[in-house]
Structure formats: C-alpha cells, structure tokens
C-alpha cells in the first residue's frame, strides 16, 4: 500500500512539472532565466524521484509495482547522470538539433514512466490482492 502511495505521489510530481511548473516557468521567464530554472531543478527532481522509486520498490509487496518502481529507478538515474548533461552540453554548443532529439528522448522516457505507473496502479488498484 504504501508502495502505491509513493507511486502515485511520483506520478503526481510528474505530472505538476510537465503541465504546470514548466509551462509557467517558459511562459513567465525571459528564455535565460526559465533555462537557468530548468537547470537548477531538474537534477534535484530527477534525484528524488530516483530516491522515491527505490523506496517505492523496497516496500513494495507485489512483483509488478516492484519492476516498475527499480526500472523508473533506473530511467532516473540514467536521465540523471547521462541525459541530463547531454541535453545541457548541446544548449551550451547551440547544437539545437541535438538538444530537439534529446529532449524528445527525455519526453519520451517520462511518458514511459507516466504510463508504467498508471498501469502498476491500476493492475495493483484492481489485482494486487492476487500477487
């Protein structure tokens, strides 16, 4: 249960940064500054969510919420330590369509995330007692 609840809370982290923090922070923000933001919260966001999915995975009681959780683990931690500074490196060479494609990678990767959660959830909302 609480393994779920930490899923959900990652869930809902995600899904507040993609829909709200970004946008305002785009729209609000001189494109320097809102770049400035973005650099400065992505590596802390990324290394809780890393946190969270490893605790989520250690208290999980059923198999399918324990893969989910280590793999999005492991999806953070790689978009940590790999994606992120890529991403940075080809905005600092103005390479843009380098960054483009790394940051399609990194979309995709969280929409990976998004949808392995909801699924974990919901087979663990409507099928967990079987597990």
């Known amino acids: 249960m609480i393994a779920s609840i930490i899923l959900f ?3 809902s982290i995600i899904l507040y940064m993609s829909l ?3 946008p305002v922070a785009f729209g609000s923000l001189t494109r320097e500054n809102a770049g400035i933001f973005a650099r400065r ?3 802390k966001y990324h290394i809780i969510l890393f946190i969270a999915s490893q ?4 208290l999980a009681y059923t198999s399918h919420i324990k893969i989910v959780a280590y793999l999005s683990a492991l999806i953070f931690a790689l978009h940590f ?3 992120t500074p890529s991403i940075n490196k080809a905005s600092d060479e103005s390479n843009m369509q380098l960054f483009k494609r790394l940051h399609i ?3 995709l990767l969280h929409l990976l ?7 974990a959830l919901m087979i663990d ?3 967990g007692w079987f597990d």
């Not at 995330?113 to 699924?119: A, D, E, P």
Request: glycine share 6%; hydrophobic share 70%; proline share 3%.
């Open 41 to 43: 919260i992505f590596p």
């Open 55 to 58: 605790l989520a995975g250690f």
């Open 81 to 83: 330590l790999f994606l």
């Open 125 to 127: 909302g409507c099928f």
């Open 105 to 107: 990678v990194s979309v």
């Open 113 to 119: 995330v998004v949808s392995l959660f909801i699924y």
């Open 9 to 11: 809370s990652i869930l």
């Open 20 to 22: 709200i923090v970004l």
